[in-house]
């Protein structure tokens, strides 16, 4: 098992650029989900994907966006940045079905818009 | 309605004491709550989690109280060592692990 891996671990923007994150799933895992966690602040939960579908957003504009590809690895998407967006972006795994309640989270990504 | 709250934002405890986080929720519909420690440059790790059909859970020097008809649960952190100076996380969801609602966290220092 590699644990979920994310890349890359920082990186600085210009207000109004794009980014994208990545991330591959821990072995076995085919569901992903994506969290923003604000400097001092707890997570807060982006979108999920399953099988290469998304199945579940929380309260972000659609300029957030992502994927999942077949062998299960994701990516975030974020278009015009805005300065709020600074923060660290955390990928989350775990198997699929209703029981599985392990979720594995990596490193995260920590982006700063300037 | 969404929110959990977490409380204190940061605890200092002495080495052999016990650490004590709070978090209360407001929606019903949450039926799993499980406890993050996050390290600086680390991502969140779950330490513990339960369900609100039992009143606590114990796992080694970590226990989880679960009070349904205030909605609050909380951590207790048995002999605290240094090495659990942490964040951590409270969280809740109506779905297992999937749309976690998290607390904003408390950063505990375990004094040697």
């Known amino acids: 098992e590699t644990g979920v891996t994310q890349s890359p671990t920082h990186l600085i923007k210009t207000r109004g650029q794009q980014v994208t994150l990545r991330c591959s799933s821990q072995s076995g895992h085919n569901t992903v989900s994506w969290y923003q966690q604000a400097l001092g602040q707890g997570p807060q939960f982006i979108f999920q994907y399953y099988r290469e579908e998304e199945n579940g957003r929380g309260n972000f504009p659609p300029r957030f966006s992502g994927l999942q590809f077949p062998n299960y690895s994701s990516e975030l998407n974020v278009n015009a940045l805005e300065l709020d967006d600074s923060a660290l972006y955390l990928c989350a795994s775990r198997e699929g079905g209703f029981g599985a309640n392990v979720l594995t989270f990596g490193a995260g990504s920590r982006l700063t818009v300037l | 309605q969404q929110q959990v709250k977490q409380s204190p934002q940061s605890l200092i405890v002495q080495k052999g004491g016990i650490s004590i986080i709070n978090c209360a929720y407001e929606n019903t519909a949450f039926d799993y709550f499980p406890w993050y420690q996050q390290f600086p440059g680390k991502g969140p790790a779950l330490l513990i989690a339960?369900?609100?059909?039992?009143s606590e859970k114990k796992e080694g020097r970590f226990t989880i109280s679960f009070n349904k008809s205030a909605k609050q649960f909380s951590l207790h952190i048995m002999d605290s060592q240094p090495g659990d100076s942490a964040t951590y996380f409270c969280a809740a969801s109506n779905q297992g692990a999937q749309k976690l609602v998290f607390g904003q966290g408390t950063r505990l220092t375990i004094n040697p």
């Open positions: 339960i369900r609100p059909d039992v």
